[in-house]
């Protein structure tokens, strides 16, 4: 599953004018926490701009809704677990073909900042704290940038550590997380001034991920009783406190990190410049009772995705609202179009294929294996059954059910219209290709 990346050989002459492309990656944000998606606790002037500026695809999903995962498909254009990542402490293979490789054949200098989580890690060791925040990132680990700096993981939202091309030992920069990695990717945009060459870089934020209760860059966190909840938390208990609290923290993070990219975007020559920000996941906050990601449900599986172009590069084609059924998966493959001096197509796809490959045993996340397809009026997730058999578990109609509060996959009127669904979307259902 994917799209294959292929190179094509340019010159000198055929580079000129080609557009930089800078993708801006943060995690646990999910779609519906943006000003411009209608959110009344979200402060994100800086999206919202980009938004009104550029292309909002508002059905873009993740293929996988977490870290590592997503990362790996994102990177490649494959899914999990083709791309060789299957199991949370699975590295991106070491000279894995990615979006970096192909775009740099095209003549591009690469970089990437921040958050990496793709390393040969240690199943035993702490996910969190300094010593993962300062572990080294081996060269062929590096995806094929040739500029590198960033961290593994470390969930250090405050003052990290970054080491990498620039850095050959770990260094700890003081400051909010977001502040620091993107003030480092507009350095380096800012030294590339008057190169001829174009530019392809990658800056991958850890805001919003937890915890939630840390400092969020000078942003106060919101006050938990004032906070808007969706109509599928439940109330009165637990989970209603707990995402209050959650939520207080969370959208104090977005603000600090909406800031921190209105900076950088602000460095960027934006008539030169093709500008994508997404997240490679979101996050429960007691919908459905439930937190964190790994869920097949739309608060962990729907992402922010904006484009936005120049006017010299087809900028009226990636203006307003799109309904198109995208996935983090067709990045790849509409950057290097742009590379290659191409305007993307829009996939004809009526559905996209969302799974978890695996369990990842880690507290509050999902405790199955599933797969799925999701268009823009259907979801239906399948478990594994008998004898290899793929079972329905989940069946929700989005159109009239968008907060997916009625399960109707053990509905016998809708029998006939999920084997419908199975037999049109086989494809991205294959149980082989899971």
């Known amino acids: ?213 840390a400092p969020a860059g000078g942003v106060p966190p919101r006050d938990p009783p004032a906070i808007t909840l969706a109509a599928n938390v439940p109330r009165g208990g637990e989970v209603e406190t707990k995402a209050r609290s959650e939520l207080a923290g969370y959208y104090a993070h977005i603000e600090a990190t909406d800031r921190a990219i209105g900076r950088l975007v602000s460095t960027v020559p934006e008539k030169d410049t093709i500008i994508v920000c997404t997240s490679v996941h979101g996050d429960m906050h007691g919908a459905h009772g439930k937190f964190r990601k790994g869920w097949p449900h739309e608060e962990s599986i729907r992402v922010p995705l904006l484009v936005r172009a120049p006017p010299s590069w087809d900028g009226e084609h990636w203006r307003g609202r799109r309904e198109n059924p995208v996935t983090l998966l067709d990045l790849p493959r509409w950057t290097t179009a742009w590379a290659q001096g191409r305007s993307p197509t829009f996939s004809e796809a009526t559905a996209q294929a969302i799974s978890m490959p695996s369990v990842v045993a880690l507290p509050q996340q999902c405790d199955r294996v599933w797969r799925g397809i999701r268009t823009a009026g259907r979801k239906l997730i399948l478990i594994p059954g008998p004898t290899g058999s793929w079972l329905p578990w989940l069946f929700f109609d989005l159109q009239k059910d968008p907060l997916e509060q009625s399960n109707l996959a053990d509905d016998p009127a809708c029998a006939r219209e999920i084997d419908a669904l199975i037999t049109a979307h086989s494809s991205l259902l294959d149980p082989s290709a899971a």
């Open 1 to 213: 599953m994917g799209v294959s990346l292929r190179a094509a050989t340019l010159t000198v002459d055929e580079m000129a004018g080609r557009p930089n492309i800078l993708w801006i990656v943060t995690t646990q944000w999910r779609a519906q926490a943006c000003g411009y998606a209608g959110d009344p606790n979200a402060r994100t002037p800086r999206l919202d701009a980009l938004a009104e500026a550029g292309a909002d695809f508002a059905q873009a999903v993740t293929p996988h809704p977490f870290g590592p995962f997503a990362r790996a498909a994102l990177l490649t254009g494959v899914a999990c677990p083709t791309n060789g990542v299957r199991d949370y402490y699975d590295p991106l293979p070491a000279g894995a073909r990615t979006v970096a490789t192909v775009v740099g054949e095209c003549g591009y200098e690469t970089a990437f900042f921040g958050k990496w989580h793709l390393a040969p890690r240690d199943p035993a060791a702490s996910l969190v704290g300094e010593a993962h925040a300062r572990m080294i990132v081996p060269p062929e680990y590096h995806g094929g940038f040739s500029c590198w700096e960033g961290f593994e993981s470390g969930f250090l939202l405050n003052d990290p550590w970054l080491q990498g091309t620039r850095l050959p030992e770990p260094t700890r920069f003081r400051g909010y997380q977001s502040d620091v990695v993107c003030g480092r990717a507009a350095e380096w945009v800012t030294q590339r001034t008057g190169d001829p060459r174009p530019w392809f870089a990658v800056v991958s934020l850890e805001p919003p991920h937890p915890p939630y209760g």
